[in-house]
């Protein structure tokens, strides 16, 4: 099922963390001088290959569950085009065939919530470098406040 527009990684859940962390590097960054460019752009491409790495994870996280959606609907299971989980069938079903699409739709389920829980640890930990990272510009920006600039004659 590639393609789903909102599956777990596009679902909330450290999206507004990342986001904001996000917006605090881009903020320490401004008013820099031109003794402090290239440990900025260094920092820089340690924030992009933080946002790299958060988007491989995403995808990565996605396309296990496209795998499992794609096993269960071979099993009956409809799954709609947002990737959640669709409503568990009547557990005093007397058939077999009702009695797989259930199992196949718990087994979907958990790995649509296991899913959802890794897609939002990997966006908090990308917060959590990042705002780390964004404590190093601060720290650049105050060690280049206290050295002192001189004058060549």
Known sequence: MSGMPDGPAG???GSEEFGGALTQVLEAIGGCDLATVD?????????????DGLAAELAAIQAGLDAQAHTAARYGVTIGTDGQPPPLPDRAAANDATAS??????AYRHAF??????????????????TDLCAAIDQQHVLAASVPVTSRD
Do not use: C
């Open 11 to 13: 679902a909330d859940g």
């Open 39 to 51: 440990a900025v752009a260094v920092l820089m491409s340690q924030a992009a290959g933080i946002v």
């Open 101 to 106: 699409i259930r199992h196949w739709a718990l």
């Open 113 to 130: 919530e296991l899913a959802r829980a890794q897609a939002r640890q990997a966006r908090l930990s990308a917060a959590r470098r990042l």
